[in-house]
């Protein structure tokens, strides 16, 4: 332990020339996309405004390439000053392991609990009554975003559900058009997930998940899902898959593709293509069947450190991120919703009206899937929907067996 | 040494005074192996000169006909890798602090161990030796943690010494094969000579066998600059945040799109980062060639 | 005080006994030849000597030293190997004092002995040549340059001329035994070239599986072969060797329908062995027309091969064949019926169940 | 004088060999025995690394029940086929993708270098053109090359998109998003990638052979490709064990280039087992270590007999 200190000191003397006012703090994320970095931007402005500075240390390839990344440099005592992680369940062993700062005090001190909604979110960052992350936005995957001018041109109706595209889509294959387009790995995932919970609803859709209800898992509803899926299929083959989520909905924004099922962030692509909800592209919440959303959303980890400064900055750093200006300045860039609800989203494009509507109305909101299961049992769900989705050759019956057992075997 | 360096001339058939068919079989079996070696190439470079409206219309095949450079320039200077739109030029040096170092302590380490294998052999060297080659084997990803902690404990975690060191440990198997083998292939008897003229360990290596190593040390040169410079994962994890190495800035920019992927970028990007090895191919492949043939063939 | 001296050696590679036991004593100045066929453990005895191998038994003294665990360049030795191994970055004078540098002596003191040693070996005008740019006879020359500068006791050649075509082993080997009378230094020399080891040795030490078969005197060796190997190994063409008996309380050799005379033998008691074979060689026989009983073997001859001052005739005996060395113009024409007359003083007559020397 | 103690006989040998030696146990050793103890434990995203929280995390072979149950390493459903009295095996999985890769990667790239080195060796004009041109792709790291063959053999964009543009309307080239055919195009990009150093050892090893072995065989009248095949290819042992090394144990780790060309899609048909590894690193370290395990075991089981019997006789000298 006393070599980690020593190490753990010498890299802060190493990473912070200047002990003073100014202190550096470096900031590991995964957000390189336009949309992403553009928000990244006002985080780095606000922090920087309270004369300390943020040092970007983006990694981009998501969590795959990041998280062992920022393990190790949190392991090897040489942390970054703030990190994003994904809340729930992957920090719990960091945590438990001492490794993270405590933001109680902080929290109270400016009464998160109170300023910040839904509840939920400052629940999966708090551990034994101890806060150990900040939540910065909201966001919802279920969302299906489609281009409007493609149906139009075609003297088409712009669909309001994924029964009305599916409805569309011989006649958009006939234009040349893809009618859903598609990424490889976890949107895949996430398709799947929001086609299971628009469907099904949102009460059975957590039972699954939470309370792992095997009787609804393999149930003849879920059975129909996994039907109509294998049905959806034959629109996104493999060779018209594309390597990046931004990619997919790049061809939607290009015209290429019609649709695409994609979390909120994807309006930040939309907006960075100066495009204008309800006019140009429909976001359509609950893939249009059925107005649900669940309340992801990312939060930043401060891991633990022993040079006060950097903790100093660190805890004003927390502050900083909470505060509503820059709540409204980040999430208009991100595309996800604001942590409070005090703030002045007159800005806001119709599809986080929309959004923020569904959120007030609160039944039709749920956990994020990492606060309801591990990650690695999401892993494996999401192997088998990838799979799935690519092998037309896999009946549903079988694809709906093997969701069955990952549930079953999935730690409580 | 003449005579070794004599045995690189072509040994195979003499060369007939005319075009035979056989000859004619050999330059177009080697001229269609060449268009496939060459076709990636040209298809990054072609698309590194074009404007973007270009790429998404046209055919990745045909060259523009208005090249541009703006990718380039781009991706070298203002390509955004996250929060700053610096291009991969904030990350050239840094490669070059974390590729020299490692390249020479590697080697070093590398070559003194295959000259102890060779020469010097002890009690259970061959069991180390066996062990080092079935290391080469083992998936680096599961050595992260175990490094993480060592490199911690050596109180390195985080400097350049830590990725100079992750670095030995992996060109280590390889390199002492290689090594290894040359050393084992020079002339036993300049060994015993040394050794009668009173040499030792260190003089016979530095005094005698190094001057004859000038192939293999240039192919161990090639092989770790070009593993080093392209390394991603340990340079990110064990450099510290300050050392970043170039292909960090790569990876951020070829593994997302900001506002539709910029292909043209992606490769001048791509072929920028990969500068430093291609010129040492174009310019080594001659004597890496030659040490190749001095160190693997026997031993 | 030997100048040599070596003591039960025994050297093993893992479980392979290489060398057995070995006992091998070197007067000052002497000139001893180590010679057998490959793999007969006679390099692998010299490199224990320079201490370039490591016994696994036995003792090594060099000048009444025991230099058992000395290290190569404090045995008072220089070698000289078969493929010169010079390094090939050096120039001559640098290979020549590359020891003398290691071992910090004066630059004056190592001027002079290179000077000295070029001059003896007539190497001076390559001095500041590379070794690539020697032809072989004068790479072997600096690699024997480079033991002599050491000014040492004993020096060690091992198979020196084997790399150098006929001619120049000649010249150099006549060289060398020019350079053993003008140095007067212990030398021992492995070769597998008996006309080598005739030629140069005081003693030659012949040597099978390991162990020394026979130490002695050229001339002994020859004409006394210890044993059937030493026989057939020392001499070409080879000894020729005819099983069968002896008889009539070891006063006759009998063998097929032949019987001779064995009065005359210069050896042991021969005594009645049911086993014994006969050893001749070619010079020691006479081709002769009449049958002399006792003293002759009935032979056919098959083919000749006349080889300038004299030639070989090969003959059959009772099916086997066998070889006369005979002057030129008596070369008889094949398919003659011939009678060889037997020297028995000269014959060596061994046992056949131990291979010794009766 | 005593026989000195051995302990420090070639003690400078000892001494240079050193970081070697802790490198070997230290890391080598040290690290695959914490793989294959860990692997019986729950560890799951934090390393952990002492006994006691061994004790704690012990979970037998769960993890490799787990492994060998998961479709995703490993799955030889038997299929019969109507009418057909035999079984047909088809392993799909991580591991079998990873074992085809092997075979025909080393297999392509042994013969085509040996080929090209062969072509080389016959006393052409611009020897070092074609040279650089087959090695320059070595120099690139295979994230590049991933990305580069990922764009050519995209259906969409690549090589049938532009065939298909000149006009030929029938050209398909779609083995990247075909689920039977995927791990063929990732051997063609991995064949892209190393054939050029594999060239550059073999036409090595043919400088080496003794230019009399060609007048022996031009006398006896051997054609020259039997030459090649039956005299010289037999002489170049050395050469094509460490070439075998490199080739196999590059694509026994293969691992970047998968991700950067398909990313184990279609679905998950191109995983193989070094994606699994790290995939699972990040959420499910037992999983992780316990296929590694399996994967270090197997290579073992393999290797080690082959290198005592190539490299061990070489100790004396």
Request: with cysteine; net charge neutral; charged share 15%.
């Amino acid at each position: 332990m006393k070599a980690f200190t020593m190490a753990a000191v010498l890299a802060a003397t190493v990473a912070l020339p200047s002990v003073g006012m100014a202190t550096d703090l470096e900031v590991t994320h995964w957000w390189t996309s336009g949309g992403e970095a553009a928000a990244v931007a006002e985080f780095a402005k606000a922090f920087d405004a309270t004369g300390n500075k943020w040092v970007d240390g983006a990694i981009a390839g998501s969590g795959d390439v990041a998280r062992p990344i920022i393990i190790s440099r949190i392991l090897g005592g040489n942390p970054m000053g703030a990190t994003q992680l994904n809340p729930g369940k992957d920090a719990d062993d960091l945590i438990a392991a001492g490794l993270m700062q405590d933001l109680t005090e902080l929290a109270a001190a400016e009464d998160w609990a109170n300023i910040l909604r839904p509840a939920s979110q400052l629940e999966s960052c708090t551990v034994d009554g101890k806060v150990y992350c900040v939540p910065v936005n909201l966001h919802s995957a279920q969302w299906m975003w489609t281009n409007r001018k493609v149906f139009t041109d075609l003297g088409m109706e712009p669909p309001k559900n994924i029964d009305e595209l599916i409805a569309a889509a011989p006649k958009l294959v006939e234009a040349g058009i893809q009618p859903l387009s598609m990424a490889q790995g976890w949107p895949v995932g996430l398709m799947v997930n929001d086609v299971l919970v628009a469907q099904a609803g949102v009460e059975n859709f957590v039972k699954v998940y939470k309370d792992r209800d095997l009787a609804i898992a393999g149930g003849p509803e879920f059975g129909k899902i996994f039907e109509t899926l294998a049905n959806i299929r034959q629109y996104t083959p493999a060779d018209k898959m594309v390597p990046q989520w931004n990619e997919a909905v790049g061809l939607v924004i290009q015209g290429k593709a019609a649709a695409n099922i994609m979390g909120d962030w994807a309006g930040g692509e939309f907006a960075v293509a100066n495009m204008v909800a309800g006019q140009d592209y429909d976001c359509l919440p609950g893939l249009g069947v059925t107005p649900v959303l669940n309340t992801g959303g990312d939060v930043f980890y401060f891991p633990k450190s022993a040079d006060p400064a950097v903790t100093e900055a660190q805890l004003k750093m927390a502050s900083t991120l909470v505060t509503k200006e820059v709540q409204v300045a980040f999430n208009l860039k991100k595309g996800s919703l604001p942590m409070r609800a005090d703030v002045d989203l007159s800005a806001a494009n119709d599809c986080m009206k929309k959004g923020l509507e569904i959120l007030d109305g609160s039944t039709a909101v749920f956990p994020n899937d990492i606060q309801m299961i591990d990650r690695d049992s999401l892993n494996q769900i999401n192997d088998l929907f990838t799979e799935f989705m690519a092998n037309p050759d896999m009946p549903a019956a079988d694809a709906q067996a093997k969701f069955v057992s990952i549930i079953e075997a999935a730690p409580k | 040494m003449a005579n070794k360096s004599s045995a690189i001339v072509p040994s195979g058939a003499k060369p007939k005074p005319f075009v035979t068919p056989q000859r004619f079989l050999v330059y177009t079996v080697l001229t269609v192996c060449a268009v496939f070696f060459l076709f990636p190439l040209y298809i990054m470079i072609i698309t590194s000169l074009k404007s973007i409206q270009e790429i998404q219309s046209g055919n990745i095949f045909i060259p523009t006909m208005t090249p541009t450079l703006d990718a380039w320039e781009k991706a070298w200077n203002s390509a955004c890798t996250g929060l700053y739109c610096e291009g991969v030029k904030v990350g050239f040096w840094n490669s070059i602090k974390i590729t020299v170092p490692s390249t020479i302590v590697s080697i070093i380490v590398a070559s003194l161990t295959g000259y102890s294998m060779a020469n010097w052999p002890f009690k259970f060297s061959e069991v180390f030796f066996t062990i080092l080659l079935l290391s080469s084997f083992i998936p680096y990803v599961v050595m992260i943690y175990p490094l993480v902690i060592i490199t911690r404990e050596l109180g390195i975690y985080s400097t350049l010494p830590a990725v100079v060191l992750v670095h030995t440990i992996f060109g280590l198997p390889l390199l002492t094969l290689l090594f290894r083998n040359y050393f084992a292939s020079l002339p036993a008897e300049l060994f015993k000579a040394a050794r009668v003229d009173g040499a030792g360990y260190w003089q016979i290596f530095f005094q005698v066998f190094a001057p004859m190593s000038v192939p293999i040390f240039t192919v161990a040169v090639i092989l770790q600059v070009t593993g080093i410079w392209n390394d991603f994962l340990f340079g990110v994890i064990y450099a510290g945040p300050t050392n970043y190495p170039m292909t960090v800035q790569l990876n951020n920019i070829v593994n997302s799109a900001q506002g539709g992927k910029a292909y043209n970028v992606d490769m001048a990007a791509t072929i920028l980062t990969g500068l430093v090895p291609l010129a040492i191919y174009f310019f080594s492949g001659k004597y890496f060639v030659r040490g190749i043939a001095a160190g693997a063939v026997k031993g | 005080m030997h100048s040599v001296s070596v003591k039960n050696l025994t050297l093993k590679f893992g479980s392979a006994e290489v060398l057995k036991n070995l006992n091998l004593d070197v007067e000052e100045g002497e000139f001893i030849v180590l010679l057998g066929p490959s793999g007969c453990g006679k390099s692998t005895l010299l490199n224990c000597l320079a201490g370039l191998l490591e016994l696994t038994e036995g003792q090594i003294h060099i000048k009444g030293k025991n230099v058992t665990w000395a290290e190569p360049s404090e045995r008072g030795i220089g070698m000289v190997f078969q493929s010169y191994a010079l390094y090939p970055q050096m120039t001559v004078r640098g290979n020549m004092s590359f020891g003398l540098k290691i071992a910090g002596l004066p630059k004056a003191e190592i001027a002079k002995r290179v000077e000295r040693a070029s001059e003896i070996l007539q190497i001076g005008p390559l001095l500041d040549r590379k070794p690539g740019a020697l032809s072989g006879g004068q790479r072997q020359r600096v690699a024997i340059g480079r033991a002599l500068v050491r000014e040492v006791d004993v020096f060690l050649f091992d198979e020196p001329l084997s790399n150098l075509d006929a001619k120049l082993r000649s010249e150099l080997r006549v060289e060398l035994k020019r350079l053993h009378n003008r140095l007067k230094n212990t030398m021992i020399y492995v070769t597998h070239d008996q006309i080598e080891a005739l030629t140069l040795a005081d003693r030659i030490a012949i040597m099978r599986g390991g162990i020394i078969q026979q130490l002695d005197a050229p001339q002994t060796i020859y004409n006394r072969p210890a044993n059937l190997f030493v026989a057939g190994f020392i001499g070409s063409p080879a000894m020729n060797f005819i099983k069968g008996e002896t008889v009539d309380g070891g006063k006759r050799f009998k063998f097929g329908d032949v019987s001779l005379d064995l009065a005359g033998y210069e050896g042991g008691a021969i005594l009645d062995r049911p086993k014994a074979i006969l050893g001749l060689r070619p010079e020691h026989l006479t081709m002769v027309d009449a049958a002399i009983p006792g003293h002759t073997i009935p032979a056919v001859v098959e083919i000749d091969e006349p080889m300038g001052a004299d030639s070989l005739v090969w003959l059959l005996v009772e099916g086997r064949q066998m070889s006369v060395r005979v002057p030129v113009e008596h070369r008889p024409a094949p398919g003659k019926q011939v009678h060889l007359k037997v020297d028995i003083a000269k014959a060596s007559l061994f046992d056949e169940t131990n291979e010794l020397r009766i | 004088m005593d026989r000195p103690n051995p302990l420090f006989r070639n003690l400078s040998s000892k001494l240079a060999s050193l970081p070697m030696m802790l490198i070997v146990l230290g890391v080598f050793v040290g690290g695959t025995l914490w793989t294959v103890l860990f692997s019986f434990t729950n560890i799951k995203i934090l390393p952990i690394f002492t006994p006691k929280q061994w004790m704690d995390g012990f979970v037998g072979l769960a993890n490799y029940k787990r492994l060998f149950n998961s479709d995703r390493w490993m799955s030889c459903p038997a299929i019969t086929k109507i009418g057909q009295e035999s079984w047909q095996f088809k392993c799909t999985g991580a591991m079998p993708n990873m074992i085809t890769y092997a075979i025909l990667a080393i297999i392509i790239m042994i013969s085509l270098g040996f080929l090209l080195a062969v072509m080389m060796d016959q006393k052409i004009r611009l020897e070092g053109m074609f040279r650089t041109i087959y090695l320059y792709p070595f120099a690139l790291s295979f994230i590049v090359t991933g990305h580069v063959w990922a764009w050519i053999m995209s259906p969409e964009y690549g090589l049938q998109n532009a065939m298909r543009q000149m006009g030929w309307e029938s050209f398909s080239f779609g083995w990247i998003a075909d689920r039977n055919m995927v791990m063929y195009a990732i051997v063609i990009a991995g064949i892209w990638q190393g054939t050029g150093f594999v060239m550059a050892l073999m036409l090595a090893g043919l400088r080496g052979i003794d230019e009399d072995i060609w007048k022996a065989a031009k006398v006896d009248g051997i054609p020259a490709w039997r030459t090649y095949l039956q005299i010289v290819l037999p002489m170049m042992k050395a050469v094509m064990v460490t070439t075998f090394v490199l080739v196999a144990s590059g694509a026994v780790r293969i691992y970047d280039l998968v991700v950067a060309l398909t990313d184990g899609g279609p679905g998950i048909s191109s995983d193989v087992p070094s994606r699994y590894i790290y995939q699972n690193f990040s959420a499910n370290l037992g999983q992780s270590l316990s296929a590694s395990t399996v994967m270090l075991v197997s290579m073992a089981i393999v290797l080690i007999p082959w290198i005592r019997m190539e490299f061990g006789k070489k100790s004396q000298g």
